[in-house]
């Protein structure tokens, strides 16, 4: 139905920049929100940042003036731009997808494989 292929990320120093994307293909009828979650070693899956199909975002406290997300409804993308990155941004990204395959479909989730960020120096 809907999958999405995640790329980008790897070792970064401190305070360096890395631009993640996540592209939807597939049967996709309409996709509302795209979004970047992250997961840290024994932490929960966290969300990062989100934005919705008119364009509007929100992000978690520990990443806003610092990362920034952006999306491409032609072609049912999403980006995540991460600036002045810290130690503590070390963790696997998933981007998510809330998405139906066909106009009969309800609206439900769908997940990028995930991608390692190490911030260290």
């Known amino acids: 139905q809907v999958q999405l292929v995640q790329s980008g990320g790897g070792l970064v120093q401190p305070g360096g920049s890395l631009r993640l994307s996540c592209a939807a293909s597939?049967?996709?009828?309409?996709?509302?929100?795209m979004s970047w979650y992250r997961q840290a070693p024994g932490k929960e899956r966290e969300l990062v940042t989100a934005?919705?199909?008119?364009?509007?975002?929100n992000y978690a406290n520990s990443v806003k003036g610092r990362f920034t997300i952006t999306r491409d409804n032609a072609k049912n993308a999403v980006y995540l731009q991460m600036n002045s990155l810290k130690p503590e941004d070390t963790a696997v990204y998933f981007c998510?997808?809330?998405?139906?395959?066909?106009?009969?479909?309800?609206?439900?989730?769908?997940w990028g494989q995930g991608t390692h960020i190490t911030v260290s120096s």
């Open positions: 998510n997808a809330r998405a139906r395959p066909f106009y009969y479909s309800p609206f439900d989730d769908y």
């Open positions: 597939g049967s996709i009828f309409s996709i509302s929100a």
């Open positions: 934005i919705a199909s008119d364009g509007s975002t």
